[in-house]
Structures are given as C-alpha cells and as structure tokens.
C-alpha cells in the first residue's frame, strides 16, 4: 500500500466523521419531529391546510428517529428519509403556493447537503434528481392542466406561516452546514496527523533500507575480496578467466547497493553514473593498458528495484566481453552506450564498441546465455551484430523499468 492510499484508508475510517454524521442525523430529526409537531398543532388551531404536511412530516420524522435508535445506522435511517422526503415534495407540489414554493425549494436544498453530507455523491444526486423531476413535472402537468392542484387559501396566519417556515429552514440549513464543516475540519486534523506519522515511519523504512544497502554492499565487497585473494592460487588460465568474471558479476551487484545508499530515494539510481562506476571497475579488474573512451547517453534516472539487478548484469557481461575480446590489441578502445525510453514506456538500449573481436571458440558462450537469460527476464527483445567497426547490441525493453 503507497502513502497516498494509507492516508485515504486511514481518513475513511476516521470514527469521527461517522460520529457527527450520526448525530447531526439524531439532532436534525429530533428537532424536526419536535418542531414540525408543534407547527402542525398550531395550524390545527387555525385551520390551516399545512397542518397536514406538518403533521406527517413529524410523523415521519418521529419515524426516522424510531429507526435511527433501534439500528444505530445513520445511514439506513438517510435512505428512509430520501424517499419519506421524495414523497413530501409530492405532497407539498400538489397544493398551491402565494409564494411559489419557495421554501419548498429551499427545504429541498438542505435535504440534498444532508443527504451528499451523510451518504454520499450517489444518493445526493438522485435525492436531488428525484426532488427536482417531481417539482418539474408537476408544474408542467399543472401548466397543460392536466392535473388539478389544492388550492391553498389564503389568510392572514399564511404570512406568518411563511416566515416560520423560512427560519426553521434557515436554521436547519445553517445547522447542517455547521456540522459538515466541523466533520470536514476534524478530518483534516486527521490527514495531516496521519501525513505526520506515515512520514516519519516513511523516513525510518528508507534509512533502515539504506543501511542494508550498505551492508549487503560492504558483505559483497568482503566477498569479492576473498575471491581475489583466492585469485593467487589459481595458475590454470582458463579457470582464472571463469574465476574473474564471476568476481566482477558479484562486484556489478555491489555498486548497485552502493549506489542505492548513496542516493535520497532508493528508487532512483542516476544510470549514467552507475554505468560508469561499472566500466572503471571493470577496467581495473581486467587491468588493461587500453585507453577506453565511454560515451554515455541516458535519461532514464528511474528503475523499479526488480530491474536493477539484470540489467546491471547485463551491462556487465556486454563491457566484459567488449575489454576482454575486442580491445585486446587496441591503443584506445570507444564504448557507446545510449538508453532512452520513449513517450510509450519502451525503454531502447544501443550499446556498441569500436574493438576488432576474433572469432569465438565457441558460437555460444556463456555470458551471451546471461544476457539473453536477463533480457528475456525483464521481457526484452536483443539483437547482436558483429561489424567491421565492431560489435553492436540493440535491445528493447517493453515492461517498465
């Protein structure tokens, strides 16, 4: 799991933000059923048409605070109250408005914040989708008279009904928001105290990583050495020859730890560098009196860890053959080695020298099986061709480096 998916998976299952949504659902229903009841009975008293929809809505409210209690899931108790609150807009959209349903719309709004707010994007659309698709319709059916609407008379308590409701609408909507932006703060405590802690323990993996960097490449370098030191006793000339390249194959896998160390992120390792620590070494093992001229092209700067190691055998089994083979008898000796990888994440590898090789002893070697082993490994295509000029390789590397 990456750092960014840690802080996501740590912020989600923030108990607090299940804490306010479960209270602002309890609070917000409770001081609906509460209000909405005593709004209705006063309407009873006047014989307004709204103590129906008051009523109910306390009913229903009472209802939802009913479910909220016995499951202690805010979120069943949302759901209930995206379709009881669907079918109030019906109710309250058959009956006609002095004041053109404007708190209708206004109530409808903070049901959707909450709904957005408690569930999530999905049913906050279709809440408002549904809500809006029954304003709409409603009113086109009433403009092409196609249904009949109560009429809702007009009295002197319908003004200061509607300023009642506009308040409570207001105070609920502010309520509401109020809540999301104490959930939305305490949540952003948590991110960045999470962010605190994943850096920290971020920090100690990559010293901790650094460190067995260095000693796998401090334990490799004692191994090389005792291997050179072994060297002396070896007189048959072909088993030194097998004995030194297994020596620098070790020696190439310790300058990629060294490497690895030696840089801030340990999947970064410049290859240009790399690749040039690796001929120098290569050159004092085979202590040739050529003078080697390298040409380095690169702008690959990233390689996954997995990758690292074949590769880094690769190039050494191509710079071994090359100062072993083709500047045996050379005054000065060119290696060009250019790795690009292109816009489609192929990584294009051209590696050549100028030396004047003889005809192998054999067709196959062993370290063309390496690097035909390695490349196939990190699924690669390679193509030899040996010229005048000297011998060329050209590799393709199609999976990420």
């Known amino acids: 799991m990456n750092l960014t998916k840690q802080k996501l998976h740590i912020i989600k299952k923030s108990p607090h933000v299940d804490r306010v949504k479960f209270e602002l659902t309890r609070n917000l229903f409770t001081f609906l059923a509460i209000l909405l009841g ?48 669907f079918l109030m807009t ?3 959209m058959m009956v006609t408005s002095n ?37 709409v319709t409603i009113q086109l059916l009433d403009q092409y008279h196609m249904i009949d609407r109560v009429d809702k008379e007009f009295t002197s308590f319908s003004q200061i ?51 067995i960097h260095h000693r796998v490449k401090n334990n490799l370098q004692v ?59 290569l050159i004092s093992s085979y202590a040739r009196l050529t003078e080697i001229e390298t040409r380095i092209t690169s702008n690959v700067n990233h390689m996954e860890p997995e990758s690292i190691v074949p590769l880094a055998l690769i190039f050494n089994e191509l710079i071994s053959n090359t100062l072993e083979h083709g500047f045996a008898n050379m005054a000065h000796g060119i290696i060009n080695i250019d790795v690009q ?6 990584t294009v590898i051209h590696y050549s020298d100028n030396g004047k090789w003889k005809d ?11 690097i035909d082993s390695f490349t196939e490994q990190l699924d690669g295509i390679c193509r030899r061709e040996s010229l005048p000029t000297g011998t060329h390789y050209h590799f393709e590397f199609t999976r990420e480096l």
């Open 38 to 85: 005593v709004l209705g009975i006063i309407n009873l008293i006047q014989n307004d048409i709204n103590m129906y929809p008051l009523l109910a809505g306390s009913l229903l409210c009472g209802l939802i605070l009913l479910l909220l209690i016995k499951t202690k899931n805010h979120k069943i108790a949302a759901k209930v109250a995206v379709a009881l609150i």
């Open 90 to 92: 019906i109710y309250n």
């Open 99 to 135: 004041f053109g349903h404007f708190v209708d719309f206004f109530w409808i709004v903070c049901i959707v914040v909450y709904i957005f707010f408690v569930l999530d994007i999905y049913w906050g659309t279709v809440s408002l989708f549904l809500n809006i698709g029954v304003v």
């Open 161 to 211: 009904n509607y300023i009642i409701n506009i308040v409570v609408s207001g105070i609920v909507f502010t309520y509401v928001i109020y809540k999301v932006l104490t959930a939305l703060r305490k949540t952003e405590e948590d991110y960045l105290s999470a962010n605190k802690e994943l850096v920290k323990s971020n920090e100690e993996k990559t010293i901790m990583l650094k460190e």
């Open 223 to 281: 191994i090389t050495s005792l291997l050179r030191l072994q060297l002396h006793e070896i007189e048959d000339e072909k088993s030194r020859h097998h004995f030194i390249d297994s020596i620098n194959r070790v020696a190439a896998m310790a300058i990629i730890h060294e490497k690895m160390y030696q840089t801030e992120s340990l999947s970064k390792i410049d290859l240009a560098s790399y690749l040039q620590t690796l001929i120098d070494d």
């Open 341 to 346: 990888k292109n816009s489609n994440g192929i």
């Open 360 to 370: 192998p002893v054999k067709e196959y070697s062993f370290g063309i099986e390496l």
